[in-house]
T-cell receptor, first 112, second 114 residues
Framework: DQQVKQNSPSLSVQEGRISILNCDYT??????FLWYKKYPAEGPTFLIS?????DKNEDGRFTVFLNKSAKHLSLHIVPSQPGDSAVYFC???????????FGAGTRLFVKA | DSGVTQTPKHLITATGQRVTLRCSPR?????VYWYQQSLDQGLQFLIQ???????AKGNILERFSAQQFPDLHSELNLSSLELGDSALYFC?????????????FGPGTRLTVL
């Protein structure tokens, strides 16, 4: 039972354009969401997070939007750069819990 | 460099065998987490230790076990290996046991079971 779903295995975007990565979740007990970025042969690195009490969090070129009623979050990267090419994982944590549930990841290709 | 080290980087072994994966957390971090990433899958949480004690358990098979030692390094033991155990195994660490602390991941150990 996949509680965190990233339905797009890959996404290709032109340099300078916006990249939008999507994530859906099923568990309404999740109250904290994170995005991790992973390059080949490296472990995931934390990118940005959002608490369920917010609907938007911004950090430089990265913005995460949360729509609790739709149980959906998205990561926007503007403008996209070739160095952003990586696998992006969406993750969620539940109230009072210690587990982090990860999605399957979306591979982003940013073309120069 | 996240500060989390994992050894070995690659491991090739046969079915039925037993292996040990090792993780050293970032300096000062008390929590260690283990994750498994199979082909085209997300990271599956296996187990968490905090300051030497098991704190949370995920989808960890009975053939797998882990421990965290007094120096805070951790080992993941995988026994009676099957072909399906071939995967990337990541270790992560965080300052406390809170689920809201950022986790720092190591580079992973790639296990191949032949």
């Amino acid at each position: 039972d996949q509680q965190v779903k990233q339905n797009s295995p890959s996404l290709s975007v032109q340099e300078g354009r916006i990249s939008i990565l999507n994530c859906d979740y099923t568990n309404s007990m999740f109250d904290y969401f994170l995005w991790y970025k992973k390059y080949p042969a490296e472990g995931p690195t934390f990118l940005i997070s959002i608490s369920s009490i917010k609907d938007k969090n911004e950090d430089g070129r990265f913005t995460v939007f949360l729509n609790k009623s739709a149980k959906h979050l998205s990561l926007h990267i503007v403008p996209s750069q070739p160095g952003d090419s990586a696998v992006y994982f969406c993750a969620a944590r539940g109230t009072g819990g210690f587990k982090t549930i990860f999605g399957a990841g979306t591979r982003l290709f940013v073309k120069a | 460099d996240s500060g989390v080290t994992q050894t070995p980087k690659h491991l090739i072994t046969a079915t039925g065998q037993r292996v040990t994966l090792r993780c050293s957390p970032r300096s000062g971090d008390l929590s260690v987490y283990w994750y498994q990433q199979s082909l085209d899958q997300g990271l599956q949480f296996l187990i968490q230790y905090y300051n030497g004690e098991e704190r949370a358990k995920g989808n960890i098979l009975e053939r797998f076990s882990a421990q965290q030692f007094p120096d805070l390094h951790s080992e993941l033991n995988l026994s009676s290996l099957e072909l399906g155990d071939s995967a990337l195994y990541f270790c992560a660490s965080s300052v406390s046991s809170s689920s809201y602390n950022e986790q720092f991941f190591g580079p992973g150990t790639r296990l191949t079971v032949l």
